[in-house]
């Protein structure tokens, strides 16, 4: 091997390496070339070995040669290998590109039930004459939902509201929010503006008009010469507030064991304007709710004189009022949490 040969074997190592460089696909690719080339135990090394057999003076040359093999190599894969960083950067710019002028998605409002949305309604207009909301429990005491009510145990009037019963003796389900006005009497003194909504309980054979669960909002006033006109006239406003003020109402005679007299109170037939269609059953009034002035012996029950106090109560269903309000023509869907019902009351 002369100094000819050696030389042409350098040139064409770096020739060849030049070449992978060229071709290398990632950073790993020209480590391995650096290792297969320029390593301790590298190609380069290895073609440097024949360098012993040369006469000593063209050794110098050789090493200048191999020097600049070495150096040519080493900054070819300098280069090559930021080109890779920079390109590899690159696409991971595009791929990670985040398009801050793409709308988001819109996050779905929440929306009061109309049940409870036809609640505020409600207590927003009796709050305007004067009415405080108070709450009872739902597990109620046969004493306050019935007895204290003027409806003792046997009393044919219980046939009135079919009752769930609950295991611990002496309670039940509230099948009416009036037991809350016997809490208010024992709580607050006249004058008692109280209104009391919440979720009461019948064993009923469900369908669209019949629910095992329904909302009644309860009224009670008492205070020294309350009269059956104070009661007129509140739910005349009531009536024209919640349906409109040319809204015509009436008073019937009805049957409450806990209010004399007692009445049942009715509104121009909403959907019909009083001329008679299926929604009032033709008859062109709607009845609302059941109210009367309370019973002398409830107020004594509740603790107070009715030599010196009388009082009024009113209690209503709240779906029959929110189907009105939102053409529901089934109970059920007030039950069932269905977001594609509930999602249309804004
Ligand atoms: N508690 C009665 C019911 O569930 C409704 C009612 C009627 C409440 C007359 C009253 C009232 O306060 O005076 O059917």
Redesign the pocket.
């Known amino acids: 091997m002369d100094l000819a040969d050696l030389t042409r074997e350098l040139e064409e190592l770096q020739a060849q390496a030049l070449l992978a460089v060229d071709e290398a696909a990632d950073a790993a690719a020209l480590d391995a070339i650096e290792l297969d080339v320029l390593g301790k135990k590298g190609r380069l090394t290895g073609v440097l070995r024949g360098i012993g057999s040369l006469p000593p003076e063209d050794r110098p040359r050789v090493g200048a040669v191999a020097n600049a093999v070495r150096g040519a190599i080493d900054s070819a894969l300098a280069e090559r290998g930021a080109a890779l960083r920079s390109s590899e950067l690159r696409t991971r710019l595009v791929r990670e590109a985040v398009d801050v002028t793409t709308p988001g998605r819109p996050i779905r409002r929440g929306t009061l039930h109309p049940i409870n949305e036809t609640i505020a309604e409600i207590a927003a207009i009796f709050g305007q004459f004067g009415f405080v909301v108070y709450e009872g429990p739902e597990i109620e005491d046969d004493v306050r939902n019935f007895q204290m009510l003027n409806i003792p145990p046997d009393h044919p009037a219980r046939d ?2 079919d009752t769930l019963y609950v295991d611990v003796e002496g309670h039940l389900l509230r ?4 037991p809350g ?1 016997i809490r208010v009497m024992h709580q607050e003194q006249p004058p008692i503006r109280a209104l009391l909504p919440g979720r ?1 309980f019948r064993y009923e054979a469900i369908d669209a008009s019949h629910a095992s669960e329904f909302f ?1 909002v ?3 006033m008492v205070d020294e010469g309350t009269t059956m006109a104070d009661l007129k006239g509140l739910l005349d406003q009531f009536a024209k507030a919640m349906y409109g003020a040319d809204k015509r109402t009436r008073f019937r005679p ?1 049957y ?1 064991p ?2 004399e007299p ?1 009445v049942a109170f009715d509104v121009e037939c909403v959907v019909c304007g009083g001329s008679g269609c299926p929604a009032c059953s033709r008859s062109g009034w709607m009845t609302i ?4 002035m ?1 019973h002398p012996v409830v107020l004594q029950y509740g603790g107070l004189d009715p030599e010196r106090y009388q009082g ?5 269903g709240v779906e029959r009022i929110a189907n009105l309000r939102h053409s529901v023509g089934d109970l059920r869907l007030y039950m069932e949490n269905d977001l594609r019902f509930l999602g249309q009351f804004r």
């Open positions: 009135l509201w099948t009416h929010t009036s006005q009461c009644q309860e009224g009670l009805g409450y806990f209010t007692s709710l059941g109210a009367g309370v009024f109560a009113f209690g209503m």
